[in-house]
């Protein structure tokens, strides 16, 4: 499958572990896990109980979210891109792409400044393993 990004995506649960994750608006589901995060956009997962996507989730058009970045809360209207459902230990778990569509300046600041530190630290991470 050709790879659509157009922007660098970086690994979180290296730097971030739980303190990333997504509240999807109108939803009553649990925060999803954040997997990855760029300027343009983020995957996550979530377990779900039934259906093949979490409530407010849409197709076609936009919907929002919020991220939460280790204390910061970004409001963000995304576009999905992919998503599949699988099983993983006997739950039901749902995982996207989504793009961002709406974000307000002050907000993209400071997913941006977010972005930054996490290449920052895994920079960091990797020059300690390679003198090593």
């Known amino acids: 499958m050709e790879d659509l990004r157009k922007?660098?995506?970086?690994?979180?649960?290296?730097?971030?572990?739980?303190?990333?994750?997504?509240?999807i608006s109108g939803s009553n589901s649990p925060a999803g896990r954040v997997i990855d995060l760029s300027?343009?956009?983020?995957?996550?997962?979530?377990?779900i109980d039934s259906g093949t996507a979490p409530a407010g989730v849409i197709d076609t058009g936009d919907f929002f979210i919020t991220l939460h970045v280790n204390g910061l809360d970004i409001l963000a209207g995304v576009e999905k891109i992919w998503s599949i459902t699988k099983m993983s230990d006997d739950v039901r778990v749902y995982r996207a792409g989504l793009r961002f569509r709406i974000l307000a300046d002050e907000d993209r600041l400071r997913l941006n400044r977010a972005i930054e530190q996490i290449r920052e630290m895994l920079q960091s991470a990797a020059r300690s393993i390679s003198r090593t």
């Open 39 to 47: 300027a343009s956009g983020l995957s996550f997962e979530v377990g």
């Open 7 to 23: 922007s660098v995506r970086y690994a979180v649960d290296k730097v971030y572990d739980s303190r990333i994750s997504i509240e």
